[in-house]
């Protein structure tokens, strides 16, 4: 069964920054893009970011030019660096595979982060 783990989360004033990681095993992380997500209070989970196997990344709307997603094949961990962090970023922040992430069962319990005015 793969296993993603987040961490990193926290609070934090607005304005301020957090650097998500996302440990992944039983996958073969490199060849898989990943994504982050995340779900706040009595709202649908929503794709934040994610990035292909080649590197090539994509973002909501809502965070580009703040969010930074990266990876590290070799510790198969993918990364959401979190700047000029605002309260409507308050969330349970999650990773996951790209290809099924809407079927399968891989989801975490995820990272808490909070942003407060």
């Known amino acids: 069964q793969v296993q993603l783990v987040e961490s990193g989360g926290g609070l934090v004033q607005a304005g301020g920054s957090l650097r998500l990681s996302c440990a992944a095993s039983r996958i073969i992380f490199s060849r898989n893009a990943m994504g982050w997500f995340r779900q706040a209070p009595e709202k649908q989970r929503e794709l934040v970011a994610y990035?292909?196997?080649?590197?090539?990344?994509n973002y909501a709307e809502s965070v580009k030019g703040r969010f930074t997603i990266s990876r590290d094949n070799a510790k198969n961990t993918v990364y959401l660096q979190m700047n000029s962090l605002k309260p409507e970023d308050t969330a349970v922040y999650y990773c996951n595979r790209m290809a099924d992430w809407q079927t399968n069962d891989y989801w975490g319990q995820g990272t808490q982060v909070t942003v407060s005015q």
């Open positions: 990035i292909t196997s080649a590197g090539s990344r």
